[in-house]
């Protein structure tokens, strides 16, 4: 056997099942944020809203599941849960465990997100009479954004990958898609090559996306809004 | 009885900050038209005392009627029920606040700052909201500022946008918690110009400030704050020509040159 075989690479990096692979890695990526936003925001506004029972509700999902591995939180979903009749199929189970899993991150990223902004801000949004969803809305948080959109990118990027961890609950995206070709052509490191230049491919274009999401939000702050992202990116990369 | 109220009208307020008594026992009238200085050293209850004329702060004793409404309560019972956070919202649309940071929003430009609380507290057309907006650009002499952000605009052009931003809800009452410490001494007249302007207008003003020259100028009565109380009240001219008590004349002989 050949130590690299181009044929075989060129033929694997056009393979329909691999880029069908691909963009259930994209669909199940984008879905499980649009939930985990959902949750991040209710979240962080219940954490804040300083009614004990929310405050309560929400740290202890924040804590139990920043607290436990995605891939045990998803085997207990799809293979767990049955044991007590709550049956999900594999794309249920995938989108819960992921998006729930990304929730409980995103409040906190969100939470931090609106800490940022001013008391000023706050007095000035209520000064007008505005109501609480008013302000948040209108004031808060597009000025949270500025913070949260840089470390929510991330975790945009950061999800790209882990979703493929939803692969043990036979999640047929690109990972296991690359393991399934795995069985029947031999050619493995061709194979995992390209599903790591699809995985470059998909961060690296978010990552232009993110950059003008970042120019968009950060509008009214033109010099201070780059240092701050820059500054939550540093932070992050430090950690 | 008596159809007329007072637009401010303080009874016996007592406020804390845990165990921080920052006004004790205050009362104080404010007739419709009329412009209250309010003036005291640091730490003496004056930004707390404006704060709670909008309810951004609660009181814990006495009570507090804007226009011969009850502030931030209903009464149930003769006793005061705290009204949902809506319905403080509802009772703040007729009172502006200036502060002394400016707070305009950073994200919006200037005449979106304006029109922001119009659109969205009182549902004004988009359009209407504008073009009121554009008027008060004009009032408080920015017309050609209306596309800037306020980290475009000096101290004394926000400020007077922050201005404009509280008369779009055509309040009845005008709060002004220190409108000119934040600014470079050349930027003062400017606001303080726009501030006598809407004096003469007729509007309702309560002035947290050390701007002696405004005090004479647009005052109708200035008030001495010490300790989280009321020490004197008197007219400008009475205020600083004959002062009654020690304090006062303690404090004036300190700031005053
Ligand atoms: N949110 C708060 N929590 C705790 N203490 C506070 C708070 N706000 C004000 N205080 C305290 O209450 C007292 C009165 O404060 P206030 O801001 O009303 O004074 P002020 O007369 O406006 O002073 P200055 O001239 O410095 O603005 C001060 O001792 C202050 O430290
Ligand atoms: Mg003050």
Same mark, same amino acid.
């Given at each position: 056997?050949?130590?690299?075989?181009?044929?075989?690479?060129?033929?694997?990096?056009?393979?329909?099942?691999?880029?069908?692979?691909?963009?259930? &890695?994209?669909?199940? $990526?984008?879905?499980?944020?649009?939930?985990?936003?959902?949750?991040?925001?209710?979240?962080?506004?219940?954490?804040?809203?300083?009614?004990?029972?929310?405050?309560?509700?929400? +740290?202890?999902?924040?804590?139990?599941?920043?607290? $436990?591995?995605?891939?045990?939180?998803?085997?207990?979903?799809? &293979?767990?849960?049955?044991?007590?009749?709550?049956?999900?199929?594999?794309?249920?189970?995938?989108?819960?465990?992921?998006?729930?899993?990304?929730?409980?991150?995103?409040?906190?990223?969100?939470?931090?997100?609106?800490?940022?902004?001013?008391?000023?801000?706050?007095?000035?949004?209520?000064?007008?009479?505005?109501?609480?969803?008013?302000?948040?809305?209108?004031?808060?948080?597009?000025?949270?954004?500025?913070?949260?959109?840089?470390?929510?990118?991330?975790?945009?990027?950061?999800?790209?990958? $882990?979703?493929?961890?939803?692969?043990?609950?036979?999640?047929?995206?690109?990972?296991? +898609?690359?393991?399934?070709? &795995?069985?029947?052509?031999?050619?493995?490191?061709?194979?995992?090559?390209?599903?790591?230049?699809?995985?470059?491919?998909? $961060?690296?274009?978010?990552?232009?996306?993110?950059?003008?999401?970042?120019?968009?939000?950060?509008?009214?702050?033109?010099?201070?809004?780059?240092?701050?992202?820059?500054?939550?990116?540093?932070?992050?990369?430090?950690? | 009885?008596?159809?007329?109220?007072? =637009?401010?009208?303080?009874?016996?307020?007592?406020?804390?900050?845990?165990?921080?008594?920052?006004?004790?026992?205050?009362?104080?009238?404010?007739?419709?038209?009329?412009?209250?200085?309010?003036?005291?050293?640091?730490?003496?209850?004056?930004?707390? %005392? %404006?704060?709670?004329?909008?309810?951004?702060?609660?009181?814990?004793?006495?009570?507090?009627?804007?226009?011969?409404?009850?502030?931030?309560?209903?009464?149930?019972?003769?006793?005061?029920?705290?009204?949902?956070?809506? @319905?403080?919202?509802?009772?703040?649309?007729?009172?502006?606040?200036?502060?002394?940071?400016?707070? /305009?929003?950073?994200?919006?430009?200037?005449?979106?700052?304006?029109?922001?609380?119009?659109?969205?507290?009182?549902?004004?057309?988009?359009?209407?909201?504008?073009?009121?907006?554009?008027? /008060?650009?004009?009032?408080?002499?920015?017309?050609?500022?209306?596309?800037?952000?306020?980290?475009?605009?000096?101290?004394?052009?926000?400020?007077?946008?922050?201005?404009?931003?509280? /008369?779009?809800?055509?309040?009845?009452? =005008?709060?002004?918690?220190?409108?000119?410490?934040?600014?470079?001494?050349? =930027?003062?007249?400017?606001?303080?110009?726009?501030?006598?302007? %809407?004096? @003469?207008?007729?509007?309702?003003?309560?002035?947290?400030?050390?701007?002696?020259?405004?005090?004479?100028?647009?005052?109708?009565?200035?008030?001495?704050?010490?300790?989280?109380?009321?020490?004197?009240?008197?007219?400008?001219?009475?205020?600083?020509?004959?002062?009654?008590? @020690?304090?006062?004349?303690?404090?004036?002989? @300190?700031? %005053?040159?």
């Amino acid at each position: 056997m050949k130590a690299w075989d181009w044929p075989a690479f060129f033929e694997y990096l056009t393979s329909p099942f691999l880029m069908m692979g691909a963009w259930t &890695t994209i669909w199940l $990526t984008v879905v499980s944020m649009v939930i985990g936003l959902v949750l991040g925001l209710i979240t962080a506004l219940m954490r804040l809203s300083g009614i004990p029972v929310l405050v309560a509700i929400a +740290r202890f999902y924040t804590w139990l599941w920043r607290g $436990t591995p995605l891939l045990v939180q998803l085997i207990i979903i799809f &293979t767990g849960l049955p044991q007590l009749g709550i049956r999900l199929n594999v794309v249920q189970s995938a989108l819960i465990g992921l998006g729930v899993n990304e929730g409980a991150y995103i409040s906190e990223i969100i939470r931090a997100g609106i800490q940022s902004v001013s008391r000023g801000q706050f007095d000035a949004a209520r000064a007008l009479g505005m109501n609480f969803p008013t302000m948040m809305r209108v004031v808060i948080l597009p000025q949270a954004a500025r913070v949260i959109i840089p470390p929510l990118g991330n975790n945009f990027n950061g999800l790209l990958k $882990t979703s493929s961890l939803a692969s043990v609950i036979s999640m047929e995206e690109l990972l296991r +898609r690359s393991q399934m070709l &795995t069985q029947v052509q031999f050619r493995v490191l061709e194979i995992f090559v390209v599903a790591a230049i699809f995985y470059l491919i998909m $961060t690296t274009i978010w990552g232009v996306i993110q950059g003008r999401l970042e120019n968009y939000f950060g509008r009214g702050h033109a010099a201070s809004a780059r240092r701050t992202a820059k500054a939550v990116l540093d932070e992050q990369d430090a950690r | 009885m008596s159809t007329t109220y007072p =637009m401010v009208r303080v009874e016996k307020v007592d406020k804390y900050f845990g165990d921080l008594h920052v006004l004790r026992n205050v009362d104080l009238e404010i007739q419709n038209s009329e412009v209250v200085v309010v003036i005291g050293p640091s730490g003496s209850g004056k930004s707390t %005392l %404006l704060r709670c004329l909008n309810h951004l702060e609660k009181i814990d004793h006495g009570r507090i009627e804007i226009d011969g409404r009850l502030i931030g309560y209903r009464e149930v019972n003769g006793r005061p029920l705290e009204l949902s956070e809506s @319905q403080v919202a509802k009772h703040r649309r007729d009172i502006g606040m200036v502060f002394q940071q400016f707070n /305009l929003f950073p994200h919006l430009n200037a005449l979106e700052n304006i029109a922001a609380a119009p659109i969205n507290v009182l549902k004004k057309d988009r359009n209407a909201a504008h073009a009121q907006a554009r008027e /008060l650009l004009a009032l408080v002499g920015l017309p050609e500022k209306e596309q800037s952000y306020p980290e475009q605009l000096s101290g004394g052009q926000q400020q007077r946008v922050a201005i404009a931003r509280a /008369l779009a809800m055509e309040p009845k009452l =005008m709060l002004f918690d220190e409108p000119t410490s934040a600014l470079d001494p050349e =930027m003062i007249k400017e606001v303080l110009d726009v501030m006598i302007d %809407l004096s @003469q207008k007729g509007m309702t003003m309560v002035v947290v400030t050390h701007e002696m020259g405004f005090a004479r100028a647009a005052a109708d009565r200035v008030v001495f704050m010490d300790e989280g109380q009321i020490v004197e009240e008197a007219t400008p001219e009475d205020f600083f020509e004959r002062p009654k008590h @020690q304090r006062t004349k303690l404090f004036l002989s @300190q700031i %005053l040159p």
